[in-house]
């Protein structure tokens, strides 16, 4: 993976084979990222593993093809789950497939743009209502 923090705001480009979570993951501790946003991704992405909730649990779909990526952005949280991506990818026959982001391996690459927060934490906690790990945000001591 090749990256860069310029201010706030990372670029990574993630190569061929690389897994896309543990590479963003391996650089938001790099860099000391806690709080921020996914801004975009774009590439190719093949065994594109996404999830569909529909309201008890997600209904999890691999996509074992390479897939051109249409949207892929998030937010990033202090704590587990520190990731909520969404996304969604192109197929060969123009067909558009997507959902929660739960693993793929870039494939030939994927670059991504990675919004730093200073200002404001990002959180999640457990809402006993939707039993989701729902975000929090407060605004930082900084």
Do not use: W
Not at 21 to 47: C, Q, V
């Amino acid at each position: 993976m090749q990256h860069f923090l310029d201010r706030r705001e990372l670029f990574l480009k993630i190569e061929k084979n690389e897994s896309v979570m543990n590479e963003i993951l391996g650089a938001l501790n790099l860099y000391e990222i806690m709080s921020g946003e996914i801004t975009f991704g774009i590439g190719m992405i093949r065994e594109l593993e996404v999830g569909y909730f529909d309201g008890k649990e997600y209904l999890k779909k691999i996509y074992p093809e390479n897939l051109e990526i249409v949207s892929f952005h998030g937010s990033i949280a202090e704590n587990e789950p520190r990731l909520h991506i969404h996304c969604a990818g192109a197929t060969k026959e123009h067909s558009v497939v997507g959902g929660h982001f739960f693993s793929g391996i870039a494939d030939p690459l994927l670059e991504v743009k990675i919004t730093k927060f200073d200002g404001i934490k990002l959180g999640r906690e457990k809402n006993p209502v939707s039993g989701l790990s729902e975000l929090t945000i407060r605004r930082s001591k900084h």
